[in-house]
């Protein structure tokens, strides 16, 4: 998915997949690091799209625990609470780092339906897409050991986030052993305690410049385990 800000629409089928092939483009809003993008008590109204930095989706419990529920970079959609019509969000969106979104209200986007049919069939391959990921994560967060977590959690970021490096290595923004608490449901202790035993065997290197690892190094020990 590639987001060009000032190039016209390309000629499109019924076959294309890509909302943003129908959807007009918007001046990004911008949000500085830690600021709320949308709150669980906001008014479900419309989606957004990720044009630069990383977006934490969350929850809080009732307890007062934050579960992380995806960590979304640029062309990752959010905010689909709307199109299922809930009256509020239910979750908390905040970027990471410094954020540049899009965002499209309900009314907009049932205009533009109106004249591409298409666009309604590509957002529900979005929500499609993102509800089998977050089953994937459900699934894992209930069978899998926390090392294992932890692994899906950096192959994912990885996917994500990840930059090219030497041969199959990927760079990952700086991410803070908190976070990834939170993401795979246990605390910053334990998630610092298996870093360091991955970083011990070479097979993950962090400092304040982020992340290095190969992920395919770290398929194997899912595989092997």
Known sequence: MSLSMFQPLPETSV????????????????????????????????????????VKLSRIAE??????????????????????????????????????????KLDELSDIMLRAPELGCALLRVMADKMSRAGAHIESMAIDPIVQRLIKALLRLGEEFGEPGPGTSVHVMPITHKLLGKYVGTSREIVTQYMSELRRKHLVQYDRSGL???PVELKKLLVAR
């Open 63 to 104: 307890s007062g625990r934050e579960t992380v529920l995806d960590l979304l970079g640029a062309d990752e959609f959010f905010g689909e609470s709307a199109m299922r019509r809930q009256e509020v969000r239910g979750e908390s969106a905040m970027a990471v780092g410094d954020v540049a979104v899009m965002e499209w």
């Open 15 to 54: 076959w294309d997949d890509d909302p943003l092939l129908f959807l007009p483009r918007k001046q990004p809003q911008k949000f500085r690091k830690e600021q709320i993008i949308y709150a669980p008590e906001d008014h479900a109204d419309s989606i957004f799209l990720v044009v630069r930095g990383a």
């Open 212 to 214: 290095d690892f190969d």
